[in-house]
Every structure is written in C-alpha cells, then in structure tokens.
C-alpha cells in the first residue's frame, strides 16, 4: 500500500490559465475520488469514478472542469479559465468500491492558489 | 439532499478530559456513518465507521461513537484524550452503499493542551 499520490502539491496560476492536477489510486482500488475543500470547511464532492466510468458529477461542478480516468488507474482533474474561486485544496480519494467495508483513502491533496 | 451539521467548531481540552463531538445528519433513509480525522500536516484518514450492526463502533487510538437513528446523530467520544490526538475531525455519510458519494461536515478541530 504506497498510498494515493497527488501532483503538484501546489500550483500558482493566474486567473484565466488552465491547470491540471494529476491523481494517482492505490492500485488495487477501483473507485477514485475528487474533493475540494476550502478553509473552515470540509471536503466537497465533485466527482467519482468506478475503473475508467465517470458514475457521479456534482451540480456545483461547472462546464470549466472536467476529469478523466483513461484507463481507470489515473486520474486528472483540469480547471480551465480559472477564477480566483477556484483557490482551493483539491483531494483525491481511492477505495475499493466494496459496499460493505468501503472506506476511503486520500492523498495529501493539491493547493491550487488562483491569482 | 442530505446534509451534515457538526456542531462545535473549535474544542479545547487539558489532557485526561473526556471528549465528545457532534454529528448531525439530514436523511430519513439507511445510512452508512464515518468519523475521519486529520492530525497536523498529514492527510485525511478514516477513524471508524458505522454499516449495520451494532450501534457503539470503536475506532482506532480509543475513539468510538454512538449511532442513534432516532436523533440522526453519530456523535464521536474519547473518555480521556491525549495530546497527540489534536486534529481536524470530520463527520461523514453516505446514504446508499453502492453510491460513492460521501457527505462531510465543515469539520471540528481539537486542541488538547498538555
């Protein structure tokens, strides 16, 4: 178990610029998660993933970002023009998918600073 | 859609206190509950959760919480708390097992002075 890794650990980008963040499961993990989290509050879903299917999109999530699992290993989440409301942590999570002893786990996330 | 309200923002204990955290949550169906914790410059991670069963789960490092479907609430406890167990607590549901989707609440941070 070497843990869900996230790249970069933290991006600066002007408002407008596009950003990608790139997320990597525990391998044996089907499900793959994406979070944001600003300060003073707790995680928010914006989307899940079962192997390479996108299964759930949150509404709050805008036409602006968008996410993939290729070949249901890695993931990337891409924000285009962003805002300075987008300044947040994003956060990756991995679980098995097992109904009935899921639980998740997650990287140490990606602190993405819009200027 | 559902919802979670943790009700203290801030707690500040010595040493040796007993803890208690709430954890409201808005859903009239069956749920699936989970504490997870975050201690200083690490990442999120689970403490202990709530499928069926046995109402009284126990996590790891000595929490356990109490589900009471009457009150929708899953409150977390520790009879005595250390230092190191200062940490940001989060609540969490998910309402349909085979959905991904959890649901967090905004979070309690705990200090615990030595």
């Known amino acids: 178990d070497t843990g869900v890794s996230q790249d970069p650990r933290h991006k600066i980008t002007k408002r407008g610029q596009n950003v990608t963040f790139r997320c990597d499961p525990i391998?044996?993990?089907?499900?793959l998660y994406w979070y944001r989290q600003t300060l003073g509050q707790g995680p928010e879903f914006l989307t899940y993933?079962?192997?390479?299917?996108?299964?759930?999109k949150s509404r709050l999530l805008s036409d602006r970002f968008s996410a993939e699992r290729p070949k249901g290993s890695f993931s990337t989440l891409e924000i285009q023009r962003t805002e300075q409301g987008d300044s947040a942590m994003y956060l990756c999570a991995s679980s098995t998918g097992q109904s009935t002893n899921e639980k998740l786990f997650f990287g140490s996330g990606t602190q993405l600073s819009v200027l | 859609a559902q919802s979670v309200s943790q009700h203290n923002h801030h707690v500040i204990l010595s040493e040796a206190a007993s803890l208690e955290l709430g954890c409201n949550y808005s859903y009239g169906g069956t749920v699936n509950l989970f504490w997870y914790v975050q201690y200083p410059g690490q990442h999120l991670q689970l403490l202990l959760k709530?499928?069926?069963?046995?109402?009284l789960v126990k996590g790891i490092k000595g929490f356990e919480a109490e589900f009471i479907k009457s009150k929708f609430s899953f409150n977390l406890r520790k009879p005595s708390v250390q230092w190191s167990d200062t940490a940001e607590y989060f609540c969490a549901v998910k309402v349909d097992t085979n959905a991904g989707k959890s649901t967090f609440g905004d979070g309690t941070t705990l200090t615990v002075k030595p």
């Open positions: 709530y499928f069926s069963g046995d109402p």
């Open positions: 993933f079962q192997n390479e299917a996108q299964l759930e």
């Open positions: 391998s044996e993990h089907n499900r």
